[in-house]
């Protein structure tokens, strides 16, 4: 069965102190795994998409990596308005269109 | 482009009651999704749309029907309002050409008392 699993569900960092989320999934036939961001009340808002092992992606203080079982998020001296919940996403070959989300990690990062 | 639109933004119902949640986007995605969030489920999908007249189920789709008779639109359907479909409710849309990256809308959250 297809699962994406997202660690740790919650995460409080200090202002400045790096960290990583992880997403490991067991899915046939990946063809693209996708980071999201989602504020509170809102929907989730488009980070980056990997679509092979080695691939890494940045954007400001967030990169994403992939490896053939997992992903990571790596967070480089957050500030509090990065604290938000990370959702990790992936889709295969044979259902295009069809995503399977992880449960997220909430990030708070305090001053 | 206004991306997706959903309607109402919060809705109140009463057991046994229906309604349709409405969802909409411009930007010619073929795909469509519509999702539930509850408190430490995360997005569970109910059901998604690969294009106009062709819809298919996801996890959770009992209480519930869709259809899609444009591209455009993609309404959900509560036949019989249960306290269990009290949830956040997110339509989605993507596109092979913008390689299945999901546009979210800024979801209806529903209350069944």
């Known amino acids: 069965e297809d699962q994406v699993t997202q660690s740790p569900e919650a995460l409080r960092l200090q202002e400045g102190e790096s960290s990583s989320l992880n997403c490991s999934y067991t899915v046939s036939g990946l063809r693209g795994l996708f980071w999201y961001r989602q504020d509170p009340g809102k929907g989730p808002e488009f980070l980056f998409t990997l679509y092979s092992a080695g691939e890494e992606k940045e954007k400001e203080r967030l990169k994403a990596t992939l490896t053939k079982k997992e992903s990571f998020l790596h967070i480089t001296a957050p500030k509090p308005e990065d604290s938000a919940t990370y959702l990790c996403?992936?889709?295969?070959?044979?259902?295009?269109?069809?995503?399977?989300f992880g449960r997220g990690t909430q990030l708070t990062v305090w001053p | 482009n206004a991306g997706v639109t959903q309607t109402p933004k919060f809705q109140v119902l009463k057991t046994g009651q229906s309604m349709t949640l409405q969802c909409a986007q411009d930007?010619?995605?073929?795909?469509m999704s519509w999702y539930r969030q509850d408190p430490g489920m995360g997005l569970r999908l109910i059901h998604y749309s690969v294009g106009a007249g062709i819809t298919d189920q996801g996890e959770v789709p009992n209480g519930y029907n869709v259809s899609r008779s444009t591209t455009e639109d993609f309404p959900l359907r509560l036949l019989s309002a249960a306290p269990s479909q009290t949830s956040v409710y997110f339509c989605?849309?993507?596109?092979?050409?913008?390689?299945?990256?999901?546009?979210f809308g800024p979801g209806t959250r529903l209350t069944v008392t």
């Open positions: 930007m010619n995605h073929e795909y």
């Open positions: 996403a992936v889709i295969r070959g044979s259902t295009l269109g069809r995503l399977y």
């Open positions: 989605a849309s993507s596109s092979r050409q913008r390689s299945y990256e999901q546009y």
